[in-house]
């Protein structure tokens, strides 16, 4: 019954140090490079602003829209569609 304790001791202790490794590890790894692993999955963020689609309303990232100048003003929309109607005006 003693042995049993002990190897259920040792166990859990292994698992304590294998834990401890592991943060010891990432804290090191944040602290050469400042940032998580590189393996770690990328965040998709957009860092642009976003504009109104002045035809319909739906808001889009600035890298995503579709722009084009009217009267000197860059509008940006959500799709070829909304782009063309809105420059060639209604019922187009
Ligand atoms: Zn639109």
Partial sequence: MVLLLRVFLLVLL???????????????????????AASDPPHNVI????????????YVAEELAIKATAAGQVHY????????????GPGT
């Avoid at 929309?77 to 420059?87: H, T």
């Fill in 77 to 88: 929309f959500c799709s070829p569609e909304c782009r063309d109607r809105f420059l060639n």
């Fill in 47 to 58: 860092t642009g602003r976003a504009h109104k689609d002045p035809l319909c309303g739906t």
């Fill in 14 to 36: 292994l698992f304590l140090l294998r834990y401890l490794f592991q943060s010891l590890v990432t804290r090191a790894k944040i602290a050469l490079f400042g940032r998580p």
